[in-house]
């Protein structure tokens, strides 16, 4: 299976990974859940439900919204990561996470 994740920042602001299932093999969702939470407080993320529930899809958004942009224009490694754990987080094996409109589809 082939893992496809597109973030962006607006139109013509894409920025897209793609990963096999073996590249993906040496993690886990758990981890991939870990790395959002560890990002999630070193960015000083701020939570978007008045609850206090945080769901994993508001925690990569916030990372995404948080870690800004220029890490992926920049396509290092911290990007990379990102979209790995993206698609282990949700197991989908398209997503698109889409920072403007703060919202990750399928």
Known sequence: MLYHVTVSFGKDRQYQYKFTQA??????????????????????????????????IDKILNVARFGGEQRFIDGKT?????????ALALGRDTIHVDVEAFNIGY
């Open 23 to 56: 590249e993906l093999a040496d993690s886990s969702p758990e981890e991939a859940r870990r790395w959002f939470s560890i990002e999630f407080v070193d960015l000083k993320c701020e939570p978007t439900n008045p609850m206090g529930k945080l769901l994993i």
């Open 78 to 86: 911290w990007a990379t990561q990102f979209a790995r754990y993206t």
